[in-house]
């Protein structure tokens, strides 16, 4: 399983100091998901969330809350872990734009007397997933058909076990789409196949023949029927 992002925050959003959790539903923006529940502070949608991670191992290239208390304030603190360590928080006691950290640490060290400590992360803001785990593909006949009939639709040829194994198992169908796509023999594929959709509405077929039988049958229009012929051919790479 690989961990991927379900919502994408925009943390520059507008923060009211001393609201950090509805600072974080709004970046996250939470209501357009069906947010139901409302926790009165950071703590109790702490407490509440079915997915806390007391560690550190955060999902590569996703946002996350993050937890913490804080000494002499019952209502702690959440904030949003960027994909490069970077911690975006309503920290500012009067402003109302956000504060970038650029880690855990300097959060930490930003509330200094206050007594910011982290607690942990978790996968969900009040039940609502931010991120979610995605299945890897495996090295099985029946996701190997269905990359080899993606490699047909989009490199124009069917794919190799072998090349399955070295460029697919172990991937999300996202990121094998991506591999399947950003490459030069796809690109080519795709010029192939609007040239082939262009001779089939035009007739190029039809048109070589009549061309052709045009030179052997009146020499007298051989100049402008060669012209077309020749580029027709050029643009079907015909030698």
Known sequence: ?????????????????????????????????????????????????????????????????????????PAGHVAILAPDGAVWSSSHPTKKTPVRHNSLKEI?????SLGLSYLGWTEDVGGI??????????????????????????????LTR???????????????LEVLSDDPESD????DQGLGQLARRDDWEGQIHSLTAQLKGKPQDASEAEKKLQAIKDALDIK
């Open 129 to 158: 997933a931010v991120v979610k785990e995605e299945d890897m593909i495996k090295d099985t006949d029946l996701e190997y058909a269905r990359w080899e009939k993606l490699g047909q639709q989009i490199r124009g040829r069917s």
């Open 108 to 112: 930490v060290a930003y509330y200094g």
């Open 1 to 73: 399983m690989a961990v991927v992002q379900a919502i994408t925050p925009n943390p520059d959003v507008s923060c009211t100091p001393g609201w950090c959790l509805t600072y974080v539903d709004d970046a996250f923006d939470l209501e357009a998901h069906g947010k139901t529940q409302n926790y009165p502070t950071a703590i109790s949608a702490w407490n509440a969330s079915h997915s806390k991670h007391v560690d550190r191992r955060f999902p590569a290239n996703c946002w996350v809350p993050v937890w913490f208390t804080l000494e002499g304030n």
């Open 162 to 176: 072998e090349e399955f194994r070295s460029s697919a198992v172990g991937l999300t169908w996202l990121k094998a």
């Open 188 to 191: 080519q594929a795709l010029k």
